[in-house]
């Protein structure tokens, strides 16, 4: 396998919320809400890839 289809696990919520388009805050609303798995890797917040493309259906 090559390195470059490697697809990354998480993102950040800087990087999710760009990726989606909407803000920070909006990003963990939905966390709240269940629409998306946020978990803790070292003190920092990774919001899941899975979580992410079953938000936005893909």
């Not at 760009?18 to 803790?40: D, P, S």
Request: net charge positive; hydrophobic share 45%; glycine share 8%.
């Amino acid at each position: 396998m090559a390195i470059s289809n490697i697809q990354p696990l998480g993102y950040s919520i800087d990087e999710a919320s760009q990726l989606v388009g909407v803000g920070r805050t909006t990003i963990y609303a939905l966390a709240k809400e269940n629409r998306l798995e946020i978990v803790k890797l070292r003190g920092r917040s990774i919001v899941t890839a899975k979580s992410l493309r079953k938000l936005v259906g893909a």
